[in-house]
């Protein structure tokens, strides 16, 4: 509960949103264990002089997947569909172990060792919200073959520095133990989570004690 009275959204909505057509996305939440660590890790960015915020419009999240809709009933509706999702699956260990970069968007981020969990997590969204008739919004990006999971640090580095970067963070960098345990709906250009939905399904044989 702890992140999530940390991100919670803030009112009014940003210009331009109070009504009509919204890009919703459904993301993951980490507990607040690993909500602080990847802050400790923007740090080492915002002192090397990359002007981010001390703390990002969302929390630390992987996208999983979005859909264009509109505010009211059908956006309550893809927080439905996703806590319907979030009630199938237990929560994610993992570990991120990867500083990683796309040069196009100049952006660093964290991304996780292979797991069996986060894939079954997304390949659920992305089917659930295609189901409810929502083409993802992200287009392809988003389909489960081609889906590369990150938690963004930074973006809009200038190129030339965007290597140098990555390199001062992975020097200092420790593999970070983290849990996915909730789904997140967010909006584009807003601020906090709409919803939050703790992951409660079963636990994986494997994952038992």
Known sequence: MAAQRRDTPQEPPPRGQHSGVVTAVVCTAFDAATDDAVYAVREILRD??????????????????????????????VGDVAAEVAARHASVPLALTEVGRFG??????????????????????????????????????SAPNLWVPHCTLATRVAKPRLRELQ????AQYEPIRATVDALAVILVGGRG???????TGPTPPESRP
């Open 48 to 77: 090397a002089g990359v002007p981010l915020p001390p703390r990002p419009p969302h929390r630390p999240h992987f996208t999983l997947t979005a859909a264009r809709v509109v505010r009211g009933p059908e956006l309550d509706r």
């Open 104 to 141: 196009r968007a100049g952006a660093l981020w964290l991304g996780p060792a292979p797991s069996r969990g986060l894939p079954a997590l997304q390949r659920d969204v992305y089917r659930s919200l295609k189901r409810a008739g929502w083409p993802p919004a992200f287009g392809e990006r």
């Open 167 to 170: 390199e001062l963070v992975a």
């Open 193 to 199: 989570d709409i919803r939050h939905l703790a992951l």
